[in-house]
């Protein structure tokens, strides 16, 4: 399994950004796809989920309302609709798959993409 995340950049508070996470290989024998994110000298924390089977989805507190997880089955892709960003928001953002146990939590993963890197300026 690879995934390949893309679409950061440097947004002003308030924009929007689309990220894009791309499987390839056997990406559908993990249902569930998960975004995280770190920023510096932070720890690596949960933004949301979605399943492959039923596009289940989940949200931290901290970004509900504001980002919004989909996913093309077809395309082997998931994305991550980010809207009204604050600068708290800045960091780089990972895709993973793989889980076992939570869903929430970085060591659950076992795949993860290689981050991109998203800058929200004030």
């Known amino acids: 399994v690879q995934l390949l995340a893309s679409g950061g950049g440097l947004v002003q508070a308030g924009g929007s950004l689309r990220l894009s996470c791309a499987g390839s290989g056997d990406i559908f024998s993990s249902n569930v796809m998960g975004w995280f994110r770190q920023a510096p000298g932070k720890e690596r924390e949960f933004v949301a989920t979605?399943?492959?089977?039923?596009?289940?989805?989940s949200y931290a507190n901290s970004v509900k309302g504001r980002f919004t997880v989909s996913r093309d089955n077809a395309k082997k892709t998931v994305y991550l609709q980010m809207n009204s960003l604050k600068a708290e928001d800045t960091a780089v953002y990972y895709c993973?798959?793989?889980?076992?146990?939570?869903?929430?939590?970085?060591?659950?993963?076992?795949?993860w993409g290689q981050g991109t890197q998203v800058t929200v300026s004030s």
């Open positions: 979605i399943t492959w089977s039923g596009g289940r989805t």
């Open positions: 993973a798959t793989g889980a076992s146990g939570s869903w929430i939590t970085p060591s659950g993963y076992r795949y």
